[in-house]
């Protein structure tokens, strides 16, 4: 016998797994919850929309007109983002998974390259637009809040401007490491 | 399709497609009955579009191998264990460890493989006939042929630590 031929009576004498009555529950809950976590998905990222424009109805921005700008950019910016991360999405789930794997291949590795520029380029020049707005909003603040919140807010906002440029790296390097994997 | 022939199909296909996903994540049992989950849900979910132009088993390891392309996207750059699988090894006695070993080193050489390769060779320790792979492939089968015989070497060399 030779060396492959061993590794092959190897790979065949793996204990058989016998699919159980709960493996096959277990599936059938996984198709039901499938279609429930896609729901949710969307509906997770059209409320963070609602709640943006709820408060720039509630703070009534429409009748500071730099506030109103500063405000709808900022929207504008995250609502084009969550549009394309919808888009994406969809991408990916509606890719034909029964065609043959180099053409499927060919697919995915055109999906990861279009997520390298998501990350790479459009994330970044929509968060540097949403910041820009978010910066020129900042006097307007000064004025109508306490120095306590104030300070709050701005510090606050590094934080989290700091913790999105590592999650960008993160989800580029992601991305990349899935390209590579496929070559 | 009812329920009742699709449990059919799952009892059927679900050991082989397990096999398969434990060669593209390391033999990690946990990891692979997820992704062999995930094929079965994609199986329903696109069984309209089978047309019977082959069989239903060739259609349902085009969707593994394509769901587990996908799945390295989300795979944790974890190396194989070696550390955590010898001290298990330890316990058990020789003859076990000796073909734990095997299984250690099978797994290693095929994670070493690019993504295409360990299709091919996944499904040929299965004993699918190369025709059947070049078509799940989307290769020539003379290409299979070299290539296989090229992963052959690269899988033997590799488990004799050359």
Sequence with gaps: MNDFERIKSNWKEQADQVPTEANFSELKNGIKNLAKKQRI???VLLSTIGVLVFFFIYIKAIEY???????GVMIAALF???????FSMNHLRNLSIAIDTQNFKAKLENYYKSRMYIHGILTPVLLAIYSYAFWTLL????MSLSKGFYNYIVWSSLV?????CFFLFFQ???ELRALKELE | MSETEFKQIYNDNYARILRLCMGYVSGDTDLAKDLTQEVFIKVWNNIKTF????NISTWIYRIAINTCLISLRNKKSKRFSDTLLTEDILQKEEATQIKEKQYQDMYRCINKLSATNKGIILMEL???AQKEIAAIMGLKHEAVRTRIHRIKNQLTKCVNHE
């Design chain 1, 41 to 43: 998905g969307n509906l």
């Design chain 1, 65 to 71: 007109r730099h506030v109103a700008i500063a405000l």
């Design chain 1, 80 to 86: 084009l983002r969550v549009l394309v991360e919808i």
């Design chain 1, 139 to 142: 006097p307007d603040f000064k």
């Design chain 1, 160 to 164: 989290l401007l700091v913790f999105f």
């Design chain 1, 172 to 174: 580029i390097r992601k």
């Design chain 2, 51 to 54: 047309r019977k132009e082959s």
């Design chain 2, 126 to 128: 299965e004993g699918l």
